[in-house]
């Protein structure tokens, strides 16, 4: 299993409008590097839903349920890929990009290494890391 960030602006298409929907079509990524970690997605990873922009942090946990295939956005244009996941949990609380970078077992981070990229792996001791911050009963 894999275990990924994707980022999402809240405003745009945030956790709240991933619960509505129970499912998203992970869409519109024009990076080839993002692209790539769209290929690579395999189903049932495990991948960390990130708000970026206004009030940046991890807020949930969803799954892969879908993997790539092409962009249903640019169909003419076999370069890009769509993947699907759901939603598995919303965290207790976010884990914000400033306590994320807070975290010294963080330091090298795809998330603070490659700020602007918007799909990315994550190794399996930072996803744990990360969900057990999101957790009420973790220290602050």
Known sequence: MNYWIVKSEPETYGWHHFIEQGRAVWDGVRNYQARNNLKAMQLGDQVLFYHSVTKPGVVGLARVVRECYPDPTIPEDTRW?????????????????????AEPLLATISLIKQSRLSVMPVRVDEFELILKMGQNNSEE
Do not use: G, N, R, S
Not at 82 to 92: G, K, Y
């Open 81 to 101: 890929v769509a993947i699907e996941l759901e939603p598995v949990m919303a965290l207790d609380k976010a884990v914000t990009l400033a306590h994320i970078k």
